[in-house]
C-alpha cells in the first residue's frame, strides 16, 4: 500500500511556507539564526519565529507554540477537510511530535506565583502535558481517530510520521495529520546549555571548526493517506526505519551503527539500494560526536562522497521535535522541483567549507555551486539521529507510475 503526503505546511524562522523554504535552501543568501541573550546572560545564536505577526490560537490557550502550530495547519486545511468528507472524521488520526509544548507558559507563571502568591488565570498543567500538542489538531478540526503525541527529542516528528504510516497500512485509519512542533524557549536553551550542547557561533555541520547545536523554531505538517488528496503530486512516504543506541543518555554511540542500522531499514523496507538515493537530509547538528558518528554510518552504507548530501540546520536552525518533518519538508519540494528537471538541484550546505578532514567524505552540495546531476531524482532520504539513541531515517519517492 502507498502512503501518500500532501503539500507540507510549514513554519519557521527561515520560511512562511513550503515553496519559500524550497527557495531559501536551495539559494541560501541568508540564514535564521540570530543573536539571542540567554537567561543565563550569555549571547548565542537561535532561529525564532515571531509569533506577534501570527493570529492569535484558535486553541483554548493562546501561546508561542500554539500559535505556530494553529498557523501553519491552515495551509493545509483544504486537504484536512478533504480527508474528512471523504473518510469520515473518524478514520483520520493525528500523529505529533514535540518536545517543549509550554515551558515558556510555565516558567512565566511560577515567576508570576513566586511575587504575587498566585497563578496566571490562563495557566493550567493541562498545556504541559505531553499529549497537548496532538490535542490541539484534533480539536482544531474535529478530527476523531486516535491523537497520539511522540517525544523522542530530535527524531520526534520522524516517529509521528512513520506512525501515521503504519495507521494506515494497518487500515486503523484512513488518513493522518502528522507532523512535529517546537520552541527554543528559554528552558530549552538553557537545557542545552548545561548540555555544553550549543554553539556560541551559528553552527558549522561538519566542519573541522563545529561546536555545537543552534536551536529554532518551527511547526511543520502533512496530511497523509491512503490515496491523493486534492490531485496531490505523487510523493509518498516509501520506507523507514528506526533504531536504538542502548548506549548513552545524550552521546550518540561514536561508532554509528544505530544510525546506520535505520538507514538500512528504511532501505529494506522501501525495496531499495543504496545507489537508489539520489539526496540525504543529513541530521547534522553541528555537534561533534553527532556529525562524526554520522559520517562514518553514510559512508558505510553508501560509500565514500557518493551521494548529494547536505544538513539545512545551519539555515534553519535546530528545530527538535519538529526538525524531522522540517527536513520532510526539505525532502518533498526535492522531489517535486527535481519531477521534470534535466539537471537536479539540491538544499544547499551553508558552513565555512572547512571539512573535518578526520571524517569520511562526503558530498556536501555547496552552497555557491549546487550538486547537479543528470539521474532522475526520485528517491530521497532523511536522516534524524536524536538525543538517547533515538534514530530514525525515512525515504520519500515519487511514485513509479510517473
Not at 515553496?19 to 548565542?44: F, I, M
Not at 523554531?217 to 490531485?231: E, G, I
Not at 534535466?342 to 550546505?349: G, I, L, N, T, Y
Amino acid at each position: 500500500m502507498s502512503v501518500y503526503l500532501s503539500k507540507p505546511a510549514v513554519i519557521c524562522a527561515l520560511a512562511s511556507d513550503a515553496e519559500q523554504l524550497w527557495q531559501k535552501v536551495t539559494h541560501p543568501s541568508q540564514d535564521a539564526l540570530k543573536e539571542v541573550r540567554t537567561p543565563s546572560g550569555n549571547t548565542l545564536y537561535a532561529a525564532r519565529v515571531d509569533s506577534s505577526n501570527l493570529s492569535h490560537s484558535s486553541a483554548r490557550i493562546d501561546m508561542h507554540i500554539s500559535r505556530m502550530q494553529s498557523a501553519s495547519l491552515l495551509q493545509i486545511e483544504k486537504e484536512i477537510e478533504e480527508a474528512k468528507q471523504i473518510f469520515g472524521a473518524d478514520r483520520v488520526a493525528v500523529c505529533v511530535g514535540s518536545c517543549d509544548n509550554a515551558s515558556e507558559c510555565s516558567v512565566s507563571a511560577w515567576k508570576t506565583y513566586l511575587s504575587t502568591g498566585a497563578f496566571p488565570n490562563n495557566y493550567t498543567l493541562e498545556m504541559q502535558s505531553a499529549d497537548y500538542v496532538a490535542s490541539l489538531v484534533a480539536e482544531q478540526f474535529e478530527l476523531k481517530g486516535p491523537a497520539l503525541a511522540f517525544s523522542t527529542a530530535c527524531s520526534s516528528s520522524a516517529c509521528a510520521l512513520i506512525k501515521a504510516s503504519q495507521l494506515i497500512r494497518s487500515g486503523l485509519c484512513d488518513a493522518v495529520v502528522a507532523g512535529g512542533v517546537d520552541i527554543a524557549s528559554d528552558t530549552t536553551l538553557s537545557g542545552f546549555g548545561s548540555l555544553d550542547a550549543l554553539a556560541q557561533k551559528k553552527t558549522n555541520p561538519f566542519s573541522k571548526n563545529r561546536e555545537g547545536i543552534t536551536l529554532g523554531d518551527a511547526s511543520v505538517f502533512f496530511v497523509l493517506s491512503n490515496k491523493p488528496l486534492l490531485q496531490s503530486l505523487p510523493v509518498v512516504l516509501s520506507g523507514y526505519g528506526e533504531s536504538a543506541d542502548a548506549f548513552h543518555m545524550t552521546s550518540p554511540d561514536p561508532s554509528g551503527l544505530g544510525a546506520e542500522s535505520a538507514m538500512k531499514k528504511a532501505l529494506e523496507h522501501a525495496h531499495l539500494n543504496a545507489s537508489d538515493i539520489s539526496y540525504i537530509n543529513l541530521h547534522g547538528t553541528g555537534t561533534v560526536f553527532n556529525d562524526a558518528m554520522e559520517a562514518k554510518a553514510v559512508e558505510r552504507i553508501f560509500g565514500s562522497n557518493s551521494v548529494a548530501c547536505s544538513s539545512t540546520k545551519s539555515l534553519t536552525g535546530h528545530t527538535l521535535g519538529a526538525a524531522a518533518a522540517l527536513e520532510a519538508a526539505v525532502c518533498y519540494e526535492t522531489l517535486v522541483h527535481n519531477r521534470n528537471a534535466k539537471e537536479a538541484v539540491f538544499p544547499a550546505q551553508v558552513w565555512d567549507k572547512e571539512y573535518d578532514s578526520t571524517l569520511p567524505q562526503l558530498a556536501l552540495v555547496d552552497s555557491e555551486h549546487l550538486q547537479k546531476t543528470n539521474k532522475r531524482v526520485r528517491h530521497v532520504m532523511s536522516n534524524s539521529f536524536a538525543f538517547g539513541g533515538s534514530n530514525a531515517s525515512l525515504i520519500f519517492s515519487l511514485e513509479e507510475s510517473e
